[in-house]
């Protein structure tokens, strides 16, 4: 594929996860996740050839959109208030992207992987909302699996890898959304800060 | 053979939706997968039988060889056999002892994931793969034992859990040193790639750690009394399956070529000796039903360690054999435990009495396990405990001197436990079901078919081993023997015979039976009725009080505290010492100061996940630093 067209592709992808993270409105942010995962099954499929990722990710995108808007009409559709307002969220996602591509010299697998881990330790740190939290840490999964994907070259069985840690999100995505009922259930917040009280 | 591992773990699945169409088919559906499972390792042991071991390797990531490897032969056979049988009994005995609780669901799926796991214990290939299975069979079991979401169960299970994972911590390590040494973690391969001596006993003491703690074995025996809150059936398969056991046997095979055998073997047959005196003599005096029998569960499976630590071909058979035994018995005596409770509604002995006559076939059951567990023959304890003492003997002999002395004085110490463990379940069977019937018990009766069907499959079991050991031995032990040690024990048509002497076990119960039977037939033959007893008229004799304000039958009877008033003014100290707190109050002092430590560390839990998120963030930077330095 011609290198202008990879490029577009992973910006896309990193541009799509990266309105995931800054979007304030929780169906809103899910749905633009959803995309941006399903969308990294097509790419990798497109590109690898291989359609173990393609069926994974679908599932990882369906898994995730179902059970979190589940969640998202039992609990709130507006994330609480993030510790990074919009504005300063948006700049720094620019300049996670900029830096990663300088870095990488505009690669656009190796930037986009490394973008996406930065922006899903970002969404970790920086939101309140736990459903966000969650997106950032799924953000994270995609670039590590477009990382084993980056790595094939070094060992063929990376992929297999990618298969176990994607198989693993999907349960987990699952088990997220399940105990984030139960504690908005507890608490009546999905405020990370709020919840601390919940240890043992 | 990845089916048979594999089915309790779809079964879990499957389980909990179940629940909504009805709690009783869940039951049944568990119970069902549980004897596939069974069926399935009947099949997987026909080809064992025929070929002497069955293998499956599934390459996963290739970097690592050949990860998941499964590799059956006669050794895990035999503890498979067993943990899948155990799992079918105790989730049918479930079905009627749940029924009306909360989070049969959740009971189910742990249940069948706690026999899915265990299998995968027994039945891999590589150490990698065992230790999967045996951290989450840790984990089953701390879910189970916690099931009821009490203050109490929770403690004792967080308490499991801590002792058992901190040992698991050991046998991590100790897999670590095997695959940094040999560059393998297949069973087969380890042996023939170590070399040192010297290392092999210390990656081998490292697994006893594991196994002691596994097993309840003194001194990290603490978890499994405690335990007891859990459900019967739960806390009846966590002693039957020795995990423990299976470590210490495989270890002797892995490490066969290169161990220093003597030390090791000594220092598990002095655990096994101290931790079935201390057992047998802590279960003595327990009023707890419950407690009694997971006291003299520590002190059965000291007998299990004693008899694989002589090493000999005969200790290592009486070892196994004796599991084999304690498996049946103990999970007959935990079932039956569990009755009484489902019926009476009490854990105490002194609250119970005269059940006979309402509960005739647990009753029955009941005094087969205990004679088992007392080792009274022909029951099939005796035929297990004899071959460990003749094997201490033996050892004794060829070892001689002054070592010799104290293999004699093991087995002294283990007959004394013998003899205990009789005292223990005589108080148990008269404060349970003799007696005078307390008023509260008047409407008890015997348990559904589904509970009393285990145990009369158990009893049953029971009696077959013990008048026939030649049968397990040939079949089950003998193969497994052979597989730990070499060489085999030898068997008659009647029994078996050792270096020592020899034990007739059919004749000896034809003996017996055949007076006793006939004795009862003629009895009831040629019994007079005679004019009903005085106390039917007027009650028991306690002095001519009796109006009840003057005299309460429940104050004169002969309660289970008596029965060991004795023992605890002869071994006082040592009760004394226990009633403290015993090995507790080391362990909590431990704890003290770990927490001392920890509320330090504490600080930094804050409990927001963004602050984690920074620290996971760190320790990556950190970590890069350190790799580019």
């Known amino acids: 594929m011609d290198s202008i067209w990879l490029a577009l592709v992973f910006t896309g992808l990193v541009v799509l996860g990266g309105a995931a993270i800054v979007v304030s409105r929780l169906k809103l942010a899910s749905v633009l996740f959803t995309i941006h995962s399903a969308y990294l099954g097509t790419v990798l499929f497109i590109v690898t050839g291989d359609p173990e990722g393609i069926y994974m990710h679908y599932l990882i995108a369906a898994m995730f959109l179902w059970p979190f808007l589940w969640v998202i009409n039992r609990t709130s559709n507006y994330e609480e208030p993030p510790v990074l307002g919009a504005k300063a969220s948006s700049i720094i996602i620019v300049l996670i992207m900029t830096v990663s591509n300088l870095f990488y010299n505009w690669d656009p697998l190796q930037s986009g992987y490394v973008s996406m881990i930065a922006m899903g330790i970002y969404g970790m740190v920086a939101r309140r909302d736990i459903i966000k939290i969650a997106i950032g840490f799924n953000l994270i999964e995609n670039g590590v699996h477009l990382f084993t994907i980056h790595l094939v070259t070094f060992g063929p069985q990376t992929p297999y890898i990618a298969l176990v840690l994607d198989s693993a999100t999907i349960l987990l995505n699952l088990l997220v959304a399940w105990v984030i009922v139960g504690i908005y259930e507890e608490y009546k917040s999905l405020n990370s800060w709020k919840i601390a009280r919940l240890r043992w | ?629």
């Not at chain 2, 069926?39 to 996963?60: D, H, P």
């Not at chain 2, 490897?69 to 056999?81: G, H, I, K, P, Q």
């Not at chain 2, 360690?305 to 070892?319: E, P």
């Not at chain 2, 007079?528 to 009840?548: H, L, R």
Request: charged residues 10%; aromatic residues 12%.
């Open chain 2, 1 to 629: 053979m990845l089916l048979a591992t594999i089915l309790p773990f779809i079964g879990a699945l499957v389980v909990v939706p179940l629940g909504r169409l009805s709690r009783r088919l869940q039951g049944y559906f568990a119970a069902a997968i549980a004897a596939m499972t069974f069926i399935l390792l009947t099949l997987i042991g026909r080809e064992v039988v025929q070929a002497g071991e069955a293998k499956l390797e599934l390459v996963w990531i290739n970097i690592l060889g050949p990860i998941l490897t499964f590799r059956v032969d006669s050794l895990s056979l035999l503890f498979a056999l067993i943990a899948s049988l155990f799992g079918f009994l105790s989730i049918l005995y479930s079905v009627d002892d749940m029924k009306g609780k909360a989070g049969t669901g959740r009971y189910y799926a742990l249940m069948l994931i706690f026999s899915g796991s265990m299998l995968g214990l027994f039945l891999a290939g590589n150490l990698l793969l065992f230790f999967y299975f045996w951290e989450i069979v840790g984990l089953c079991s701390y879910f189970l034992i916690g099931f009821d979401y009490s203050k109490e169960s929770s403690r004792a299970s967080a308490k499991a859990l801590l002792i058992i994972n901190y040992a698991s911590a050991f046998l991590l390590v100790g897999i670590l040193l095997v695959y940094f040494l040999t560059g393998t973690l297949q069973f087969s391969e380890i042996g023939l790639r170590l070399k040192e001596p010297m290392l092999a006993a210390m990656i081998v003491s490292l697994f006893l750690v594991a196994a002691v703690a596994k097993s309840a074995q003194f001194p990290l025996h603490v978890w499994l009394p405690d335990a007891t809150v859990a459900p019967s059936a739960v806390i009846a398969y966590l002693v039957v399956v020795e995990a423990g056991a299976y470590l210490v046997a495989r270890s002797y095979v892995i490490f066969s070529a290169c161990l220093p055998a003597f030390s090791y073997e000594f220092a598990i047959a002095t655990i096994g000796v101290v931790t079935l005196t201390v057992g047998c003599m802590a279960a003595w005096v327990q009023s707890d039903v419950k407690r009694v029998l997971a006291f003299s569960t520590i002190g059965q499976v000291g007998y299990i360690f004693l008899g694989m630590g002589l090493g000999t071909t005969l200790g290592v058979a009486g070892g196994l054999f004796h599991f084999l035994n304690h498996a049946f018995f103990k999970g007959l005596l935990f079932l039956c435990a569990g009755c009484l409770i489902y019926s009476t509604g009490t854990k105490k002995l002194d609250q119970m009495g005269g059940l006979f006559g309402r509960m005739p076939l647990t009753a029955l059951s009941m005094l087969v396990g205990a004679l088992s567990l007392a080792g009274v023959p022909p029951f099939n304890g005796f035929a297990s405990k004899l071959m460990i003492y003749e094997a201490s003997l033996e050892k004794a002999m060829v070892t001689g001197g002054a070592l010799g002395g104290v293999y004699v004085l093991y087995c002294i110490l283990a007959m004394f436990g013998s003899g205990v463990s009789l005292a223990t379940i005589m108080k148990v069977i008269n404060s349970a079901f003799f007696g005078q019937l307390p008023d509260r018990l008047k409407t008890v009766k015997e348990v559904p078919a589904t509970m009393y069907t285990p145990l009369l499959a158990l009893s049953a079991i029971c009696l077959i081993l013990g008048v026939a050991p030649q049968l397990a031995l040939d079949h089950f032990v003998g193969p497994a023997v052979q597989v730990v040690v070499g060489g085999g024990v030898k068997t008659t048509i009647f029994g078996m015979v050792t270096s020592i002497g020899f034990y007739e076990a059919t004749t000896i119960a034809a003996l017996i039976f055949t007076p006793l039977i006939s004795g009862i037939a003629i009895y009831r033959k040629v019994r007079v009725k005679t004019v009903p007893p005085v106390e039917a008229k007027y009650g028991i004799f306690v002095g001519g009080e009796m109006e009840k304000p003057y005299v309460d039958i429940d104050k004169v009877k002969v309660d289970a505290e008596s029965f060991t008033f004795a023992a605890v003014q002869t071994f006082n100290r040592f009760y004394r010492f226990m009633w403290r707190g015993g090995l507790d109050r080391i362990y909590l002092k431990l704890a003290e100061n770990f927490f001392t430590v920890a509320r330090h560390i504490r600080r930094t839990h804050v409990g927001v996940i963004n602050i984690y998120s920074v620290w996971v963030v760190l320790g990556a930077v950190i970590l890069m630093v350190l790799i580019v330095i």
